[in-house]
């Protein structure tokens, strides 16, 4: 495949679309398991699956594909109106010189049950240390309690208008580097009904999931604002209904629009860059992860 001059074999593609499908199921799978699963926990989940493909493997074609996670932290060093959660950096190699970069900025939001509350502005941190872990958790004290998706279910913590889509706008139209929303969702939608406490033994769903993490543009989420009053969290069907096929699958994403260059920012100042300074390199950053994936072609 000819990207301006860089030819990426096939053998490459598929192999990170592996990757990112091995991550899409296991976030996936945990959201199935526990529907009030935090957001961060699920950017856990999907780190966590890519680090197992750390450091350089070698495909049939002869091309290095180089994997590493820099995991930089979450909690309450996170902040709600924050642009980015995670960082997909991209460079294409040659052995003695660096080809192109790109790089993807990706803010995730999940899909609430219709019986959770707004819970993500607690974050995953105990606060009262770990004492707290002495105290019974919530679920647990309320007994037998049923969880349900379906396309009525709303992305309770994308609220539409408030401080972090506006900081969103904001940081795409000062730095014209798009941002990205990762949204989580359970296998398929509608979703069977979850029992918590889970019932054991646990029967995990092993399929490619129907929905599972999406991608797609804040410039094209945010149109939403012309139909919505400010605040409003949308559902499922409404994002649906304004989105086609609700984005793009997270592996299909970075296969197919990330690598084949349809998607991303291309860098060309590097680390001078003011915008991805603003994201990757201040301490007080949100970002839990960056992700690295260098394609060292002969």
Known sequence: MNLDNIDVPEDVIEYVRDVFKLADRRATSKLDRMPTTHEEWLDFSL??????ASGPHETQSGVTVDIAVHFVGGGV???RWEVADLGFIVNFRRPSELIRTKVVLLQSKRLYPRESE?????????????????EPSSLLGKGPRNFTFDEACRYKALQIGDRQWQSI??????YKIPVHYLLYHPHAIPYSEVEIPVRLPVRFNESEPEVGSRVLRASVLHLLARTFPRNYAPSYAEVKGKVPALGVQLPDFVADEVLKCREGYVVDDGIENEGLRRVFSQRSAPIAAAIRVDIVLP
């Open 47 to 52: 780190i966590d699956a890519i680090s197992e």
């Open 77 to 79: 060093h996170w902040k």
């Open 118 to 134: 707004f819970i993500e502005d607690a974050g995953v941190t105990m606060h009262g240390g770990f004492g707290s872990l002495m």
């Open 169 to 174: 706008a904001d940081y795409e139209e000062n």
